[in-house]
């Protein structure tokens, strides 16, 4: 009894301090090194002018895979094909500047030609392009929560749709689609882009049941709370030209923090990753294990989040009582 004990408060002080599952974290400390699974990989990552696609790259450099850095800004994705290529081993023909807009599925094909015309195949995809939301529903235009669907989600499934194909011929690959706590959880002012989140999760669960007969394809979903990246600066609001207010301060995961846990999961095939500071850490847990109690929470955190936003606060996540004048 006093073994069992000793056990258990050994894993709540570490749940304490945990920022990821413990099935990630377990892989993290057991599993394989990235640097000897990942090496030689041919690697496409969306989104990676910036944030998690940005950090991704560099790691994914360091570690020896060839990559495909694809986004919309084409400059910007110059400076970080610059940045892998001074700070690992790989050269300039190891990295190819692919320039991709996930609204514009009719190229997607072209571009998936492209990518396998110069590397020979794909190893990785990782889906990372998209875009959160900050705004109420009743004050939002429904164009807001098309388009947020017609990125992150069919603009995910189509580039998919397309490299999927290669790898079941190949007979293996991975797919890591980086979802969001908002794909778990009820997030309020995100409407639109917990929506389109939920579709990701639900789809690419439904995916990998389809893809039994293919055991060395993985299908791979990521779930990160609050991280330091740009997609607070980039969030759609009521309107779909209306810039997001300035974002005030929130304790968030470092975004190098977040990135080596999800190529820890890479690596070694963890299916879903969730990754996040507490006490976000801690709502994933109750929302799966306890959900009546979650709502119960949710109502609570939800309430203060739209009061702060409603009161001109630009930090909404922040718990404290609005300042009333």
Not at 225 to 236: D, E, H, L, T
Request: charged letters at 20%; glycine letters at 8%; a positive charge.
């Amino acid at each position: 009894i006093c073994f069992i004990a000793f056990c258990l408060l050994v894993c709540l002080i570490g749940f304490i301090f945990a920022d990821a599952d413990f099935t990630l974290l377990w892989a993290s400390l057991t599993g394989q090194r990235p640097g000897e699974k990942l090496k030689g990989l041919v690697v496409w990552i969306t989104g990676a002018s910036s944030g998690i696609g940005e950090e991704l790259a560099y790691q994914l450099a360091k570690c020896g895979s060839r990559l495909i850095l694809s986004a919309r800004r084409e400059d910007e994705l110059h400076r970080v094909k610059r940045h892998c290529l001074e700070t690992s081993e790989l050269k300039d023909e190891d990295i190819l500047v692919l320039p991709l807009d996930l609204l514009e599925r009719r190229s997607h094909e072209t571009k998936t030609k492209t990518v396998i015309g110069y590397f020979g195949h794909i190893d990785i995809l990782i889906n990372n392009g998209g875009r959160s939301q900050r705004s109420l529903f009743l004050e939002t235009s429904v164009d807001v929560c098309q388009a947020l669907m017609e990125l992150n989600f069919f603009g995910t499934v189509s580039l998919t749709k397309q490299v999927l194909p290669h790898m079941t011929q190949r007979g293996r690959g991975s797919i890591v689609t980086v979802s969001s706590l908002f794909g778990l959880t009820a997030a309020p002012l995100a409407t639109g882009a917990s929506a389109s989140k939920h579709a990701l999760q639900g789809f690419f669960n439904s995916l990998r049941t389809e893809l039994t007969d293919y055991p060395k394809i993985l299908i791979s979903t990521v779930c990160p709370g609050p991280v330091q990246s740009q997609i607070a600066k980039n969030a759609f609001t009521a309107e779909i030209n209306k810039p997001p207010p300035t974002v005030g301060h929130l304790k968030r995961m470092p975004t190098d923090r977040c990135v080596r846990l999800m190529v820890v999961g890479i690596s070694n095939g963890v299916k879903e990753m969730w990754i996040s500071q507490q006490p976000m850490l801690l709502l994933y847990y109750t929302w799966q294990y306890a959900p009546t109690f979650a709502w119960s929470v949710s109502d609570r955190l939800g309430r203060k989040w739209v009061q702060n936003f409603k009161a001109g606060r630009v930090d909404s996540a922040n718990l404290t009582k609005p300042k009333t004048s």
